[in-house]
Structures are given as C-alpha cells and as structure tokens.
C-alpha cells in the first residue's frame, strides 16, 4: 500500500530552528509537497521538491533524498504564526496525491 | 486575482439526505479536485477532473459522484449522507504540469446530524 508518515506533534521555541520529517512508501514518485494549514484553513502550498536536493525559500527549506523515500521541511526564526500543521504530500505514478496526515507544530514564547 | 472559491461555507444536512458542494476555480486553471479532510488526518483523493473528464478517482463509495463544467467550475454530489461523511470538503484547481501544485479553497464544512 503507499505510506506517508510524519510525527505527529512537535514543539519549539519562537526564534529557533525546527525540522520536520516525512517518510514515503509510494507506487512511483512523481515529486513531493509541503503544505501549511492553520486550523480551520484550507492548505497553502510552502514548496516543492522533484530532484534530490534542499531547496530553500526564505525561512523555509525542503530536502529530498528519493533514494531514502526521505523528506524534512526545515523552518528558521521560528515566529508564533508559524503554528500549524505541516502535510507532505507525495504525487504517485498517476500523479494521485497522497498525502501525510499532518505534524501539528506548536511554537513556545 | 480571485482565488478558489466553494460554498457554502458550511451544511449540516441528516442522515439520508443528499448534498451538492460547488467549486469555483482560479481562473485559467482547467483541472479541479476534490478532497475530504477529517478533523486530525490530511486530506483523502476523491476526485480529480480536467478539461470535463474525470482523471481520477479516490477510494469513495458511488455515493459519491462529481463533474465539471463548461466554465471549469465544478460539483460534488454526495447520496444517502451518513454519519461518517461528516468532514471538511477541500476543493483545489491546478494548471497540469510541472509541478501539479493544488491551490485550495476555503473549504465546506459538512455536518451530518
């Protein structure tokens, strides 16, 4: 069966560093999102990896290793607005999403 | 620009009843998808149209059925509404390509008493 896995709760500090894990099991890989939701939002694209790699975008940085099935997304300077569940979302061999059931990330003063 | 826009914004309907979701996509956008969201999990596939075909299909009963438009605006129809379809109802229009990224509307919320 395909398989997205992320934690499901973590917790930082404001002005730290946190990274958040995915792990996949797909049939076929066709690249990998990341999205933000704040409770009660609809989804909001962050980024989007397709080669191995980290991209990164402003305080936002996403790796991708395909031959681990391994994402993070990594968030920098971490501010209060950032609380919100954090969804990979892998995009399969009929370019089906699957996505993961969201890490729900708590920021601390 | 407008973005993606759905209504309503919420429903309660009973058990036994049918409802109709509608979706309005970004403009120039041809593909539109329909996804369940319960409260705690990530959104579940339910539909994909492009260019008024059906492109995919999540794993839903036939209770469940869709279609789309002329105008690329689209409609998800859900029969004999039970407990468990109680969730928020996610509509995404996308531009195929590279990447096929989703931009969601605000989303319906659903109640089924």
């Known amino acids: 069966g395909q398989n997205i896995d992320q934690p499901t709760e973590m917790t930082a500090t404001e002005g730290a560093i946190v990274q958040i894990n995915c792990t996949y099991q797909t049939s076929g890989f066709n690249g990998l999102f990341w999205y933000q939701q704040h409770a009660g939002e609809a989804p909001t694209f962050l980024s989007y990896n397709v080669l191995d790699g980290l991209e990164e975008k402003g305080r936002f940085s996403s790796f991708l290793s395909r031959s681990k099935g391994y994402s993070y997304l990594l968030l920098k300077e971490l501010q209060m607005k950032d609380s919100a569940s954090y969804l990979c979302?892998?995009?399969?061999?009929?370019?089906?999403?699957?996505w993961g059931a969201g890490t729900k990330l708590i920021i601390k003063p | 620009d407008a973005g993606v826009t759905q209504s309503p914004t919420h429903l309660i309907k009973t058990r036994g009843q049918h409802v109709t979701l509608r979706c309005s996509p970004i403009s120039g956008h041809k593909s539109v998808s329909w996804y369940q969201q319960v409260l705690g999990q990530g959104p579940q596939f339910i539909f994909q149209y492009y260019e008024k075909e059906e492109r995919g299909r999540g794993n839903f009963p036939d209770r469940f059925s869709a279609r789309q438009f002329p105008n690329y605006s689209s409609e998800l129809n859900v029969n004999a509404l039970l407990l468990g379809d109680s969730a928020l109802y996610l509509c995404?229009?996308?531009?195929?390509?590279?990447?096929?990224?989703?931009?969601f509307g605000p989303g319906t919320r659903l109640t089924v008493l």
């Open positions: 979302a892998v995009t399969d061999s009929n370019y089906q999403l699957i």
């Open positions: 995404a229009s996308s531009t195929p390509g590279e990447p096929d990224t989703q931009y």
